[in-house]
């Protein structure tokens, strides 16, 4: 199914994990994937491995807390490709303490990455997105910005402003018929869950209905129906893929 034919897609962090594979996706669909990742060797690795399979893809290297430079990258994309299609925020940290123990830079950074950086990207991608009435923004928050989650105060904070910031767009753009929702992944298998210790896993596989742990298809199977034409009258939600962690 080639459902998303020359879509240009951008998908921040998507230089590995999660942000891989929804990329992968898209291109796998007939979409021109733009990887935009802080690092520079990863979304070369990330561009060959998509284009090798026969499927397009263009990286950017940036920051998602770079204003000016997001501001440039999202003005050469539409250069270079003539327009902006599908938008996956996605790029997102963990800087795991407790508060008591947490320092006001674990704090700021989180929030800059997770939540700012939705903010700067969101802006500058719908501008373009306005003008040509037609657009898709997906942003990547968690079940812990639900839920809560102790020792994770900062991210779970990013992550239920993300959820917030998703509503508040939504009600903006919807009269420019640009649709704005976000996914809330549960446990997925990536390499940031990879060094958990066996014991954590099991504990966490006895709290998910599923047992199982999601994997990061299941992430990007949401985004490609939710970016999907089937999706056109969704807008303002958040939609866990969690295995029914959360209910
Ligand atoms: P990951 O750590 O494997 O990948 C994150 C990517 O974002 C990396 O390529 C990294 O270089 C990039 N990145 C980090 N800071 C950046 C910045 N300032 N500017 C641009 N790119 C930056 O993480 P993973 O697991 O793939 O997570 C992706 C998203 O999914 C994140 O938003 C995360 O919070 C969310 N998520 C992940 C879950 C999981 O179980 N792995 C569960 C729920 C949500």
């Keep these: 199914m080639r459902n998303f034919e020359n879509k240009v897609t951008a998908v921040t962090g998507s230089a590995r994990g999660i942000g891989y594979s929804i990329a992968e996706a ?14 520079k060797e990863d979304v070369d690795l990330a561009v060959n491995k998509i284009t090798e399979q026969g499927f ?9 807390t770079n204003n000016e430079v997001v501001e440039q990258a999202f003005k050469q994309i539409v250069e270079e490709h003539g327009r902006i299609d599908v938008l996956i925020n996605n790029a997102g940290i963990t800087r795991d303490t407790l508060v008591l123990k947490m320092s006001e830079e674990d704090w700021d950074r989180v929030l800059d990455v997770n939540l700012k950086g939705t903010f700067i990207s969101t802006q500058k991608a719908s501008r373009y997105m306005l003008k040509q009435r037609d657009g898709v923004i997906i942003n990547v ?18 992550k239920g402003g993300v959820i917030a910031f998703t509503k508040s767009t939504a009600k903006e753009f919807a ?9 809330a992944p549960g446990f997925i298998e ?11 896993v099991s504990k966490y596989l006895e709290s998910i209905p599923l047992k199982r742990m999601g994997s990061i298809n299941d ?4 985004c490609l129906f939710l970016a999907s034409d089937e999706a056109s009258y969704i807008t303002g939600q958040t939609i866990n893929v969690d295995g ?4």
């Design 56 to 64: 397009k893809a263009h990286g950017y290297q940036l920051d998602v």
């Design 244 to 247: 029914g962690l959360i209910t």
């Design 141 to 158: 928050a968690s079940v812990i910005g639900i839920s809560g989650n102790a020792g994770q105060a900062n991210y779970a904070a990013s």
């Design 219 to 222: 992430v990007a199977n949401l």
């Design 175 to 183: 009269s420019r018929n640009i649709r704005v929702n976000a996914i």
């Design 26 to 39: 898209f291109a796998k669909r007939g979409a021109i994937s733009i990887i935009l990742d802080i690092n």
């Design 190 to 200: 990536t390499e940031m869950t990879a060094i958990l210790p066996e014991g954590v």
